[in-house]
Nanobody, 121 residues
């Protein structure tokens, strides 16, 4: 299984931007890579995903227009650019690999360790 390592989290103010990185040990084109997040007391939810087959991207309604997922095949890295951050974006962000994009965590094959994003108002 591919190993995933996230980075780029931090503490910012509302309206600021952050870019998360997910570095994969394997060839990322073999996998669909998604970003999930989990806020305290809430279930883990799908945020965005980029498909291995055609590069199609998917976003949760709550982040559409603010977040952008992309990948650098040469670096085996997937990015999540997060703009116009809101306090409700505060969560631990995880990247995950799967055969195809899905919001359902049961299809995830590998998880990263997570990176904390905190947005203050």
């Amino acid at each position: 299984q591919v190993q995933l390592v996230e980075s780029g989290g931090g503490m910012v103010q509302a309206g600021d931007s952050l870019r998360l990185s997910c570095a994969a040990s394997g060839f990322i084109l073999d996998y669909s890579i998604g970003w999930f997040r989990q806020a305290p007391g809430k279930e883990r939810e799908g945020v965005s995903c980029i498909s291995s087959s055609d590069g199609r991207t998917y976003y949760a309604d709550s982040v559409k227009g603010r977040f952008t997922i992309s990948r650098d095949n040469a670096k085996n890295t997937v990015y999540l650019q997060m703009n116009s951050l809101k306090p409700e974006d505060t969560a631990i962000y995880y990247c995950a690999s799967s055969a195809y994009c899905s919001r359902d965590t049961k299809f995830v094959a590998s998880w990263g360790q997570g990176t904390q994003v905190t947005v203050s108002s």
